[in-house]
């Protein structure tokens, strides 16, 4: 399995993709491969990594920016990410965000946030910080990692890309 940057060709593999995966997760709503196209529309996909086997696109992450409140630059949030349904479990994912976590640090970012399980995205570092937050998230699912030890604080808001 290879870790790449999306390329053209990818684009209706990974639109398909996050269908797949986000088809019956609980907390989604459906619209997550629409999220992707508004944000690559607006060239906002700071970094779209695709995970391929024998050909097959078999995982997708995005990382877009956000805004903090109190004008702190260089944030991103992480998402969506997927896996094929098939392959989850595997470390797909994990290796997703590894590489796309060591990516946005090389490219100078401040951190990242995500909305998403403290159990899971623990183990990369991320932690819920109550200096960071998203309006109408319980906090212990808003979480961050930094990249340094300096950062503001603030209401973080995602591209429009993610609202439609």
Same mark, same amino acid.
């Given at each position: 399995?290879?870790?790449?940057?999306?390329?053209?060709?990818d684009?209706?593999?990974?639109?398909?993709?996050?269908?797949?995966?986000?088809?019956?997760?609980?907390?989604? &709503?459906?619209?997550?491969?629409?999220?992707?196209?508004?944000?690559?529309?607006?060239?906002?996909?700071?970094?779209?990594?695709?995970?391929?086997?024998?050909?097959?696109v078999?995982?997708?992450?995005?990382?877009?920016?956000?805004?903090?409140?109190?004008?702190?630059?260089?944030?991103?949030?992480?998402?969506?990410?997927?896996?094929?349904?098939?392959?989850?479990?595997?470390g797909?994912?994990?290796?997703?965000?590894? &590489?796309?976590?060591?990516?946005?640090e090389?490219l100078?970012?401040?951190?990242?946030?995500?909305?998403? &399980?403290?159990?899971?995205?623990?183990?990369?570092?991320?932690?819920?910080?109550?200096?960071?937050?998203? &309006?109408?998230?319980?906090?212990?699912?808003?979480?961050?990692?930094?990249?340094?030890?300096?950062?503001?604080?603030?209401?973080?808001?995602?591209?429009?890309?993610?609202?439609?």
């Open positions: 399995m290879i870790l790449r940057p999306e390329r053209d060709g684009i209706d593999a990974i639109r398909a993709l996050t269908e797949r995966a986000f088809r019956t997760a609980p907390h989604a &709503d459906g619209t997550e491969h629409l999220i992707i196209d508004r944000l690559r529309a607006a060239g906002a996909l700071t970094l779209s990594l695709v995970a391929e086997e024998g050909g097959a078999v995982g997708h992450v995005a990382f877009s920016p956000v805004s903090v409140s109190d004008g702190s630059a260089g944030w991103y949030g992480l998402g969506p990410i997927s896996v094929d349904p098939s392959r989850q479990g595997g797909i994912g994990g290796r997703l965000v590894r &590489d796309g976590l060591a990516r946005l090389a100078g970012a401040a951190g990242c946030v995500l909305l998403g &399980d403290p159990a899971y995205y623990g183990r990369f570092g991320f932690e819920p910080d109550p200096r960071l937050t998203l &309006d109408g998230v319980p906090p212990e699912y808003f979480m961050r990692v930094a990249f340094s030890p300096v950062y503001g604080e603030g209401t973080v808001s995602y591209h429009p890309g993610f609202y439609g």
